[in-house]
Structure formats: structure tokens, C-alpha cells
């Protein structure tokens, strides 16, 4: 069993930071991701983890809660490829107009100060116009 631990800082709208970590198990086929924070826990097993980091981001916005964690961030997706191949724990930070390069991958659990977090629509939101724009840019 191979359980990893990420420390998150989930950041409330009045700007107060609670600690939290997530959880996961690499080595089991399902992909069941938990954060634990100020003594509450949720557990949610999806399809791949930037899925699960999304249902349980869902239950955070409940408490207007956003984890500063990149998985979170305004311009970060996973690609279809990592998403079938690798259990989406790898995604592109994009740039309207621009398509992602090796360099601009991220791991979901990791932290940084470019991370903008926002809610999973107005991430979703982004990255349809980041694709839209990547259309545009190729006319």
C-alpha cells in the first residue's frame, strides 16, 4: 500500500486559510481521493483523480472553500491523454492561444504562486475558451 499525503491550504472568501491534506492511493485501480480538513473528511472515487479533486472542489464551494492546489487553478486541465492513460494527476497550465508544452505540466496536488483557484465551472468555463482560442490561433 502506498498512501500519499499532499498538504493544501484551502482559502475561504474572506481570505482566511484553513490546512487540509489529500490523500490517495497510487497502487489501487480506483481512483478514490479524500481531503481532510478542519475535522471533517471527504472521500470520493471517480474516474480519474482531477474528476474526484473536482466532486469533492464541489462540496468545498458549499462552504466557500478553494483549495490552493493547481488542480484548482483558473488555467489548469488535464489533456485527454492523461486523463485516460496516467489517472489525470498531471495537467497542462494553459495560455489562451497557445497549445501546452511539457514544460507547462503540473502535478494536481502541488502548490505555486501563480495558482488562481476558482470554481470547477469557471475552470471548465476557461478551458473551453483556452480550446476555442487554440481554434482561432490556427485560422
Known sequence: ??????PVQLLSDDGETIDGVWA???????????????????VITEIDYFEAMCRIREELEKENLRPLS???SRNVFPSEM???MGDATLAYRTTLGL???MSDL???????????????????????E?????????R
Open 1 to 6: 500500500m502506498s498512501l500519499e499525503h499532499y
Open 24 to 42: 490517495f492511493d497510487d497502487e489501487i485501480e480506483d481512483c478514490c481521493l479524500s481531503l481532510q480538513y478542519s475535522g471533517k473528511k471527504i
Open 70 to 72: 493547481y488542480g484548482a
Open 82 to 84: 492523461s486523463r485516460d
Open 99 to 101: 497549445q501546452g508544452k
Open 106 to 128: 503540473v502535478f494536481i496536488f502541488a502548490t505555486g504562486g501563480d495558482v488562481e483557484p476558482v470554481t470547477v465551472s469557471e475552470q471548465k468555463q476557461f478551458h473551453d
Open 130 to 138: 483556452w480550446f476555442k482560442s487554440l481554434e482561432l490561433s490556427q
